[in-house]
């Protein structure tokens, strides 16, 4: 037996029986809660949510759209790597305050760095003001999460490229250059099943 239905009797709905109704932007079923479920069960279910239509400029380039769901089908247990998903990118969109290099940086640091990057195949940093202050992401990269303060991705380049290889190393994946700040002995052997970097 299902939880949601589209109609469900008077006598079933809320406050007297089981069921509440869904908000519209999920859909406007009924839906059993009882101890066993969220007083919204709508939200843990893996469906797609509300979509946000009016990002802050810059934000979807650096965080990506919404996750959706279908996107986690397959995995080991999808609806709880979407609900995770979609709670990091509405918190990185509650706490986004703007987009950009930030004011203490020289436009010639910025386009420096960015070169190097792009030679080490992270691609383009892109800079935000959040939770944490000023912050660099790759959203052009294998790990489009990959973050780190802007000073260190602008003073310490070559510490965050060996920052991010020691991230592909921890997935499975080989970078193409190997960076000679990561020590030699973490590379993967000839014998281990790897993954080329895009």
């Not at 940093?125 to 780190?148: L, T």
């Amino acid at each position: 037996m299902s939880p949601h239905f589209d109609q469900v009797p008077d006598y079933w709905k809320a406050p007297i029986g089981p069921y509440r109704q869904a908000p519209a932007e999920y859909g406007g079923g009924w839906w059993l809660v009882n101890p066993f479920t969220s007083a919204e069960p709508w939200v843990s279910a893996l469906r797609e949510g509300p979509q946000h239509e009016d990002l802050p400029p810059g934000f979807e380039e650096i965080f990506g759209p919404r996750p959706q769901a279908g996107a986690f089908l397959g995995s080991a247990n999808p609806s709880l790597l979407y609900r995770t998903a979609v709670v990091q990118w509405e918190q990185d969109l509650r706490y986004f305050r703007q987009s950009g290099a930030p004011e203490w940086a020289d436009a010639g640091l910025v386009e420096t760095a960015a070169n190097v990057f792009r030679s080490w195949e992270m691609g383009t940093p892109r800079f935000y003001e959040g939770r944490y202050g000023w912050m660099a992401r790759f959203p052009e990269s294998v790990v489009p999460d990959f973050e780190i303060g802007a000073w260190a991705a602008l003073f310490s380049t070559h510490l965050v490229i060996a920052q991010f290889q020691l991230e592909l190393i921890e997935r499975n994946v080989t970078p193409k250059q190997q960076h000679p700040f990561v020590p030699p002995q973490l590379w993967p052997s000839g014998d281990q099943e790897v993954k080329e970097g895009q």
